[in-house]
């Protein structure tokens, strides 16, 4: 599985980015989905997860009430909808997919393929 996040870009406090998570390579409707972020020196965070049907979702602690993540299974695209961003919020946003079928994967250890990134920057 070939994963692309794309979507990032520069956005004032306050705004609205929706990534996108674009796999290849092999149906991911029978994958977990994850999205985790890493800051300049810090360690990878995660954001949250959707279960292979979309039934489930499950967001970190720093992002909850302001993102929702969602899943379209026919266009092999999963989207992170992050609103109120903050300048704290200024990290890589990498995608990832869990062979897991129906449930959640929390732990960057149970994700089985990984983007290559994509940047977002909040400004204050």
């Known amino acids: 599985v070939q994963l692309q996040a794309s979507g990032g870009g520069l956005v004032q406090a306050g705004g609205s980015l929706r990534l996108s998570c674009a796999a290849s390579?092999?149906?991911?409707?029978?994958?977990?989905m994850g999205w985790f972020r890493q800051a300049p020196g810090k360690e990878r965070e995660f954001v949250g997860t959707?279960?292979?049907?979309?039934?489930?979702?499950y967001y970190g602690d720093s992002m909850k009430g302001r993102v929702t993540i969602t899943r379209d299974n026919a266009k092999n695209t999963v989207y992170l909808q992050m609103n109120s961003l903050k300048p704290e919020d200024t990290a890589v946003y990498y995608c990832?997919?869990?062979?897991?079928?129906?449930?959640?994967?929390?732990?960057?250890?149970?994700?089985?393929?990984w983007g290559q990134g994509t940047l977002v920057t909040v400004s204050s």
């Open positions: 959707i279960s292979w049907s979309g039934d489930s979702t």
């Open positions: 990832a997919a869990a062979f897991a079928i129906n449930t959640i994967v929390v732990a960057s250890e149970g994700y089985d393929y």
């Open positions: 390579g092999r149906a991911v409707s029978t994958y977990a």
